[in-house]
């Protein structure tokens, strides 16, 4: 039976986890043990292990991620989880939304268009467009080359809590 939580490798050291619940989770390990074990052996599936892990313990308290899920794969030899985050999905996406309004306003206030953006930043126009729209996360290579193209520069600044 196929788990109900999703579970992909984004790197040799994480996996992303999509639980049914909602929640997701990056999911980080000591090294790359475990992805190295599932390339080299696909009859050793560590993703399809952790996602039965979920499907089984998790129901909605992260606490059993470094706790009964941590263990049991400890105990079934699998390897042990280094450390976990989860991110809400709906505010990933409004500041998504709220960093491709910036880049439409401020490209507005030096009467440039879209092309002529893209151009100058040497990214596609369609996904400048699909930037400005909210609808796709823009790396931080892509951001630096937008920002460098309008004159100015990516900076982190104190959130107003409300």
């Known amino acids: 039976m196929e788990p109900k939580t999703k579970v992909r490798w984004v790197d040799e050291k994480r996996v992303y986890v999509e639980t049914p619940q909602g929640d997701d989770y990056?999911?980080?390990?000591h090294d790359?043990?475990?992805y190295l074990c599932q390339k080299q052996a696909p009859w050793y599936q560590v993703d399809k292990i952790i996602a039965?892990?979920?499907?089984?313990?998790?129901?909605?308290?992260?606490?059993?991620?470094?706790g009964e899920?941590?263990?049991?794969?400890?105990?079934?030899?699998v390897g042990s989880i280094f450390s976990y985050y989860s991110f809400n999905k709906e505010a990933v996406s409004k500041e998504r939304?709220?960093?491709g309004q910036r880049i439409r306003e401020l490209r507005e206030?030096?009467?440039m268009d879209a092309k002529h953006l893209a151009f100058y930043a040497d990214?596609?126009?369609a996904n400048l467009c699909r930037i400005e729209a909210g609808k796709y996360?823009?790396?931080?290579?892509?951001l630096s080359k937008i920002g460098y193209a309008l004159d100015m520069e990516i900076d982190f600044v104190e959130i107003q809590k409300r």
């Open 26 to 29: 990056i999911v980080g390990f």
């Open 32 to 34: 790359e043990t475990l």
């Open 52 to 66: 039965s892990l979920f499907d089984k313990f998790y129901k909605g308290d992260p606490s059993v991620i470094m």
């Open 69 to 77: 899920i941590n263990r049991q794969m400890l105990i079934n030899r």
């Open 97 to 99: 939304v709220r960093i």
């Open 109 to 111: 206030s030096k009467g």
């Open 123 to 125: 990214i596609d126009a």
């Open 137 to 142: 996360s823009v790396g931080l290579d892509v």
